[in-house]
């Protein structure tokens, strides 16, 4: 058990980051240690439907983003205003399906990186309005009426 303990305690050590302790200064961050991802379950790695909120990261890979402050600014490639977060974490809606090429730049103040992607935007999931539910009940019970007789 010690000798278990004693080899995570080493693999956190090399790793640079042991129990909020930062490496200093931290890595910095570039187009081979960050990618943009969406982060929703209703998406595919490359398409999600239109006019669902979509939930998008940039994952970081080495380096922990809480080790410097960090802006990122979010161009969601459809004519809508950046978006500016200071955290790696955003949602967006895009409102009609195509191909968009998200754009994030990911700053601290000795350095940045612009990192992109290319997503599609599918056709929206179809959903039942009321009338639809309303209408389907109504045919059904027709079909019940008729049948009973």
Not at 49 to 58: E, S, Y
Not at 116 to 142: H, M, N, Q
Request: aromatic share 10%.
């Amino acid at each position: 058990m010690k000798r278990i303990v004693l080899v995570a305690l080493m693999l956190l050590l090399r790793s640079g980051y042991v129990f909020g302790i930062c490496e200093t200064p931290p890595p910095v961050p570039t187009t081979s240690n960050l990618v943009i991802a969406w982060t929703d379950p209703a998406c595919t790695p490359t398409s999600c439907p239109a006019q669902h909120t979509i939930a998008l990261a940039v994952q970081a890979f080495g380096f922990d983003f809480s080790c410097a402050t960090y802006t990122f600014d979010w161009n969601f490639g459809d004519g809508t205003p950046i978006t500016t977060t200071s955290a790696p974490t955003t949602v967006h809606i895009y409102n009609v399906p195509g191909t968009y090429t998200v754009t994030v730049r990911v700053a601290r103040s000795d350095a940045q990186v612009t990192l992109t992607r290319t997503f599609v935007v599918s056709e929206p999931i179809p959903t039942l309005s009321k009338l639809s539910v309303l209408g389907l009940a109504l045919f059904l019970g027709l079909i019940g009426l008729f049948l009973s007789r």
